[in-house]
């Protein structure tokens, strides 16, 4: 199995203009920058009926991006008959191309009301690539927007990274099994009974592996509650030909203002918001890795949740990508996690050495498109990080 990522209330705020209107009279756009988003948050205007297009978590954290100004198109509402039927959520970014800062924008999340969706979701799309000339994309989409980005001559693919699921428990191959596949679904109950002795198995050989790596390579971890200079410094020296350049900013900004909130209990919020707001168990995790001698040999930013490891960033010295590697695995054993997710191929490479030993893995596919206009821009680079566009924020 190989796994393909896909992710108004009637009356209107005081002074605010009236929506964009397209070619149908009862099917209104509207457009929210970043200035309206904190008017928003101010009255508390979009989270009054039965759909809220934003969580306040996330419209706090995007105004507070480094990259975004107070005009920038940050969230694309529907409205028919004065209802909510459709949101387009919209990451602003920047890219720099000969010296050139190029203004885009990330799509962030995008539904569309299954009962009534028409044309609403084709124009909230075409609505947010016109606030966006310079470049709009998206990466880790789901099959139904890939759908349409498919058929969408001003998309292209800019980049196609073949990476990996590793499990570390059976048990999150049966859920993923039943979640992808209805014919499992029945048999899933008794499929985590059957795994239970397997996964403590797993575990005794992973914890023996991880106390012996640890002695024998010695790797050390200094963790960081943001960005200090000497870890903006190791990044600047080693990054690559990177498409997004993200440094200190836009990392503190990540680790401070998280869109998904730990949460122990469903929130009373879930059922208004089509996407996720919280999850159990969710951390950022960064950090230094230090050889033997305690010289900085990666900067690199993990992140778990609900069970699921993933390495949003990683920075290392030439020849140390099997140290950034053995980090990942040592977490995802120190954290009882059940799964991780790596797109990166030179790290996807070094991890072949673990597999069957230390984990199952499932090959995964994770796709970046973007207008054209972008994808033709001379000078770009072309390295893209597991974090890059909104990935590193979910």
């Known amino acids: 199995m190989t796994v393909e990522e896909g992710a108004a209330p009637e009356s209107r705020p005081a002074g605010e203009a009236a929506p964009a209107t397209d070619d149908r009279p009862e099917l209104q756009i509207r457009e929210l920058t970043l200035r309206d988003l904190a008017e928003a948050l101010a009255d508390d205007s979009l989270w009054q009926g039965p759909v809220h297009p934003i969580t306040r978590h996330r419209a ?10 107070p005009d920038d198109v940050v969230l694309l509402i529907a409205y028919e008959k004065g209802e909510i039927v459709g949101y387009l959520g919209v990451l602003p ?11 885009i924008g990330w799509a962030s999340c995008w539904w569309v009301d299954p009962a009534r969706a028409g044309m609403s979701g084709f124009l909230l799309l075409m609505r947010a690539m016109r606030a966006y000339p310079e470049g709009f994309g998206a990466c880790g989409y789901t ?9 969408m001559p001003q998309f292209q693919v800019f980049s196609e990274k073949q990476g990996v699921i590793g499990f570390f428990r059976l048990r999150g191959m049966v859920d993923l099994g039943a979640d992808r596949l209805p014919r499992v679904r029945p048999f899933a109950p008794l499929l985590r009974v059957l795994a239970s002795p397997l996964d403590w198995a797993l575990g005794l050989v992973q914890g023996t592996w991880a106390r012996r790596s640890l002695r024998r390579k010695a790797l050390r971890f200094e963790y960081l509650p943001e960005i200090d200079d000497e870890a903006a410094a190791f990044i600047e020296d080693h990054r690559r030909d990177e498409l997004l350049k993200r440094g200190k900013a836009e990392f503190d ?15 009373r919020n879930a059922e208004k918001y089509a996407f996720s707001a919280t999850a159990r168990d969710f951390h950022h995790f960064c950090c230094k890795v ?18 699921e490891l993933s390495m949003p960033y990683a920075y290392w010295r030439e020849g140390a990508e099997h140290e950034v590697v053995r980090a990942l695995l040592l ?46 821009a001379e000078g770009l680079g072309r390295y893209i990080q597991d974090g890059d566009a909104d990935n590193g924020f979910t």
């Open 331 to 376: 977490h995802a054993v120190a954290t009882d996690c059940e799964s991780f997710r790596l797109y990166n191929p030179t790290l996807v490479s070094c991890l072949k050495r673990y597999s069957y030993r230390l984990f199952l893995p499932i090959p995964a596919t994770r796709r970046m498109v973007v207008t054209k206009r972008l994808a033709r």
């Open 253 to 267: 900004w990540m680790l401070r203002h998280p869109w998904i909130l730990r949460a122990p209990v469903p929130d």
């Open 93 to 103: 970014d920047r890219v720099i191309a000969h010296g050139h800062a190029r203004k």
């Open 60 to 69: 706090l954290a995007q105004l507070k991006n480094p990259r975004a100004d």
């Open 143 to 151: 099959k139904e927007a890939a759908a349409v980005y498919d058929r």
């Open 290 to 307: 230090l050889d033997a001698k305690g010289a900085m040999i990666a900067v690199v930013i993990l992140r778990l949740r609900d069970g």
